[in-house]
């Protein structure tokens, strides 16, 4: 098993460029979400999905969009991009509800400037 | 009020010392509490969790609730070089999406 994976690792857009954040996982999870860390802060819950179709906003959706066509693909899309997006993007995916046994990718550090 | 509260550090400590990491929350809902080790340009990993109060041990970690004062602690015996990271607590409540609120994290480095 690969895990959860994601694409970019690293990219770097001009202010109000676009583009989309992958993540897939295979291990047939229903849950998946998309998180952001800044320096010294904990993770912000930007969008999640509980199954193909079904997407929700986190904490600080503005700015991005999800689909989930699938249940193994869950791409973030960022839509005219502002330096105040500049961050590492985090995609989890779980197994159960419960306890959040996350499993993580290894994060996509966005700089936008 | 933030509804979970988590010292950033750096906690810097010398190997073989006994770490304490704390969290403060303020929602008595909260059932779940874990812990995530994060290293350095990686993804957070689960650590341990409890539900609900009392204690768990797993090796050199050990995890707390105190569910009357809201707070929660990681102990780590016997600290290593390896322990070095961030660690993240994370709370949510039973029922709904179950998705949780996170911490800061607090930066933990041993030194030989």
């Known amino acids: 098993n690969a895990g959860v994976t994601q694409t970019p690792k690293f990219r770097i857009l001009k202010i109000g460029q676009s583009m989309t954040l992958q993540c897939t996982q295979d291990m047939n999870h229903n849950y998946m979400y998309w998180y952001r860390q800044d320096p010294g802060m904990g993770l912000k819950l930007i969008y999640y999905?509980?199954?193909?179709?079904?997407?929700d906003k986190g904490e600080v959706p503005n700015g991005y969009n999800v689909s989930r066509s699938t249940t193994e693909d869950f791409p973030l899309r960022l839509e005219l991009a502002a330096p105040s997006q500049t961050s590492v993007y985090f995609c989890?995916?779980?197994?159960?509800?419960?306890?959040?046994?996350?499993?993580f990718g290894p994060g996509t550090r966005l700089t936008v400037t | 009020q933030k509804e979970v509260e988590q010292d950033p550090g750096p906690l810097s400590v010398p190997e073989g010392a006994i770490v304490s990491l704390n969290c403060t929350y303020s929602n008595s809902a909260f059932q779940y509490f874990m812990w995530y080790r994060q290293y350095s340009r990686k993804g957070p990993e689960l650590l341990m969790y409890?539900?609900?109060?009392g204690n768990k041990e797993d090796g050199r970690f050990t995890a707390q609730v105190d569910k009357s004062s809201k707070y929660i602690s990681l102990f780590i015996r016997d600290s290593q070089p390896s322990d070095s990271a961030t660690y993240l607590c994370a709370m949510s409540a039973s029922g709904g999406s179950y998705i949780p609120t996170f911490g800061r994290g607090t930066s933990l480095i041993v030194h030989p």
């Open positions: 409890t539900y609900s109060s």
């Open positions: 999905s509980v199954g193909a179709g079904i997407t």
């Open positions: 989890a995916s779980r197994r159960d509800r419960g306890v959040f046994e996350g499993y």
